[in-house]
């Protein structure tokens, strides 16, 4: 078995020393070193080169709706808060514009393999809104309707059913995911989410009766009032749904950064040892129901597409997580959404007047971004290779490279020497190996590679590993 298939140790006092805060890695170099003086003019050079590329790459679409009905209490996102759903008209027809000026700086036979609608909650438009935006997108960009095509979209089960599933079919997406947390009442009130499973059901049964490829579920531990009895409910729940993919994550209490967490008294919030209780029992039961742990929270059946590509040795990472199709150049579109074309990265105004302001000025909405250098690009390789696979060979990178690799990463080897003492990781004159005592943290052994973080004067905010 490979090291990134084996199944993870889970020993609560080891990972207990090593639960500091760190990046989740959906890209290198993190977006904290995204620079100002990266604007529309980088990213339309960036696309212009991509296009000129020998074989260029497929595009996926990222597409941010920021509004939402009702706040989560516990959410990070760059969301808005109405019940008015005409106020998503004036965006609409910000994005159409941009989506127009995006579409005009790539080549045409550029197929659209990926499609996200991520948010927010996409499914605050209606199904006439959503099919106008999936129309101005088919205008602009060449979408796909084969089987190849991976086109998804986050819903929230509380304000969609079944009609509207079915609806999003016809417009041609073919994956789901779907936000759950805590099926527990006590959480769900401390949250502000009251959400039911036959809700979740109705959505799951009518994507896959709508022939959705994949249903994945999200949910959260280290949440206010939660216990392992009704976290373990829960998870029960969550499998008799039998989801293709399931997303646990660790919740991140940052108040001082997201307003909205303000709402959460914090003597509610688990202990650290509860916490990590938590997400063992997820482990556990995930695991006995045959579910794989991919990496980085995520777990999937057995015969998902990223089990076979991550035992194939294919699997990648990007700002949406694990994918069959890292490789695409990433186009973001709306306010806040990252791309990633060719060596650079993008980000879009993140405050809805200035996103505004760019498109009615007829610009592309770029607020920071980043070209990447040299060392950028190989430490990305390296620490997607650590994330995605569990193992690198350093003779074999050395050789893509034209280096020497304990040379070169001299300083981050012997970072990784306490990591390697713990039996985290293996490390001989050949290969780096992630050991099962590693692969649930795979972000500190990431982190060892990482040039800017201990460049860094001062630490950033980062959720904690587990």
């Given at each position: 078995m490979c090291p990134a298939t084996d199944l993870p140790a889970y020993e609560p006092s080891l990972?207990?020393?090593?639960?500091?805060?760190?990046?989740?890695?959906?890209?290198?170099?993190?977006?904290?070193?995204?620079?100002?003086?990266?604007?529309?003019?980088?990213?339309?050079?960036?696309?212009?080169?991509?296009?000129?590329?020998?074989?260029?790459?497929?595009?996926?679409?990222?597409?941010?709706?920021?509004?939402?009905?009702?706040?989560?209490?516990?959410?990070?996102?760059?969301?808005?808060?109405?019940?008015?759903i005409t106020k998503a008209d004036r965006y609409l027809e910000r994005l159409f514009r941009e989506i127009d000026l995006t579409g005009s700086l790539f080549d045409r036979d550029r197929a659209v393999r990926q499609l996200h609608?991520?948010?927010?909650?996409?499914?605050?438009?209606?199904?006439?809104?959503?099919?106008?935006?999936?129309?101005?997108?088919?205008?602009?960009?060449?979408?796909?309707?084969?089987?190849?095509?991976?086109?998804?979209?986050?819903?929230?089960?509380?304000?969609?059913?079944?009609?509207?599933?079915?609806?999003?079919?016809?417009?041609g997406f073919n994956r789901v995911s779907v936000g759950i947390q805590d099926f527990d009442p006590d959480v769900q009130v401390a949250v502000n989410r009251i959400q039911s499973v036959a809700q979740t059901r109705e959505v799951l049964d009518a994507a896959r009766a709508s022939g959705f490829t994949s249903c994945s579920v999200d949910l959260i531990y280290g949440l206010p009032r939660q216990t392992l009895a009704g976290f373990g409910r829960t998870l029960g729940e969550v499998i008799a749904l039998a989801p293709h993919r399931i997303a646990v994550y660790g919740y991140a209490h940052l108040p001082d950064l997201f307003k909205a967490q303000s709402q959460i008294d914090a003597a509610e919030l688990p202990d650290a040892s509860t916490r990590l209780e938590l997400f063992g029992l997820a482990l556990r039961r995930l695991s006995e129901a045959g579910y794989v742990y991919v990496g980085m929270d995520h777990f999937a059946r057995?015969?998902?597409?990223?089990?076979?590509?991550?035992?194939?040795?294919?699997?990648?990472?990007?700002?949406?997580?694990?994918?069959?199709?890292?490789?695409?150049?990433?186009?973001?579109?709306?306010?806040?959404?990252?791309?990633?074309?060719?060596?650079?990265?993008?980000?879009?105004?993140?405050?809805?007047?200035?996103?505004?302001?760019?498109?009615?000025?007829?610009?592309?909405?770029?607020?920071?971004?980043?070209?990447?250098?040299?060392?950028?690009?190989?430490?990305?390789?390296?620490?997607?290779?650590?994330?995605?696979?569990?193992?690198?060979?350093?003779?074999?990178?050395?050789?893509?490279?034209?280096?020497?690799?304990?040379?070169?990463?001299?300083?981050?080897?012997?970072?990784?020497?306490?990591?390697?003492?713990?039996?985290?990781?293996?490390?001989?004159?050949?290969?780096?190996?992630?050991?099962?005592?590693?692969?649930?943290l795979l972000r500190n052994i990431a982190m060892c590679f990482d040039a800017y973080l201990h460049a860094a004067a001062e630490p950033r905010r980062f959720s904690r590993a587990i």
């Open positions: 990972i207990q020393r090593y639960d500091v805060p760190g990046p989740r890695y959906t890209s290198y170099p993190t977006a904290p070193q995204f620079r100002p003086d990266f604007g529309e003019a980088a990213l339309r050079e960036a696309a212009a080169v991509s296009n000129r590329e020998p074989l260029p790459r497929q595009l996926s679409l990222y597409v941010h709706v920021p509004y939402c009905m009702s706040p989560c209490f516990y959410c990070g996102c760059n969301r808005l808060i109405t019940r008015d609608f991520g948010g927010g909650t996409p499914n605050f438009l209606d199904l006439p809104r959503m099919a106008a935006l999936v129309g101005r997108l088919a205008e602009r960009f060449s979408l796909l309707s084969g089987q190849e095509r991976e086109y998804g979209i986050e819903l929230d089960p509380r304000y969609c059913g079944g009609d509207y599933v079915r609806g999003l079919g016809e417009l057995a015969d998902d597409e990223l089990v076979r590509a991550q035992r194939a040795g294919t699997l990648q990472r990007n700002f949406q997580g694990y994918s069959t199709h890292g490789d695409c150049d990433i186009v973001g579109l709306g306010v806040s959404a990252i791309g990633r074309v060719g060596d650079t990265y993008s980000q879009n105004e993140r405050d809805l007047g200035a996103y505004f302001a760019a498109i009615d000025a007829g610009r592309l909405p770029v607020a920071k971004g980043l070209r990447l250098s040299q060392d950028d690009l190989m430490r990305r390789e390296l620490i997607g290779e650590l994330m995605c696979l569990g193992s690198v060979d350093m003779g074999a990178f050395g050789v893509r490279h034209g280096l020497d690799f304990p040379v070169y990463f001299d300083a981050e080897l012997r970072r990784l020497a306490p990591l390697v003492k713990d039996g985290l990781v293996e490390c001989d004159e050949s290969m780096v190996r992630v050991t099962p005592r590693g692969r649930l």
